[in-house]
Nanobody, 125 residues
Framework: QLQLVESGGGLVQPGGSLRLSCTAS????????IGWFRQAPGKEREGVSC????????NYADSVKGRFTISRDNAKNTVYLQMNSLKPEDTAVYYC??????????????????WGQGTQVTVSS
């Protein structure tokens, strides 16, 4: 059974940091681009960042550029999202998702097939 599990969410003060993890089970992430998405209450889901199959390409939403960093460790079947300088507007449920791609250098703008259950990130003083 293909499964993605997010972890690392929580409550943090503005300016603080969190690192989210997305671990796959039941399949290898080697052939998948991975994306991080978020959904705040009353808002549509938005793409935050993504990373290509081998990590050669990363993309970020303008709202998180310079603050968030995505990375992957295929040996651990895990993708990370390091979030620094967090702002209250970053508060949302964060989801990771996977899409199988034949190319190894793209990740943005695709329909993602497999989704995790989400992890809550709350930025508040």
């Amino acid at each position: 059974q293909l499964q993605l599990v997010e972890s690392g969410g929580g409550l943090v003060q503005p300016g603080g940091s969190l690192r989210l993890s997305c671990t796959a089970s039941g399949f290898s992430l080697d052939y998948y681009a991975i994306g991080w998405f978020r959904q705040a209450p009353g808002k549509e889901r938005e793409g935050v960042s993504c990373i290509s199959r081998r990590g050669s390409t990363t993309n970020y939403a303008d709202s998180v550029k310079g603050r968030f960093t995505i990375s992957r460790d295929n040996a651990k079947n895990t993708v990370y999202l390091q979030m620094n300088s967090l702002k209250p507007e970053d508060t949302a449920v964060y989801y990771c998702a996977a899409v199988a791609l034949s190319n190894s250098y793209q990740c943005w703008g695709y329909e993602y097939d497999y989704w995790g259950q989400g992890t809550q990130v709350t930025v508040s003083s």
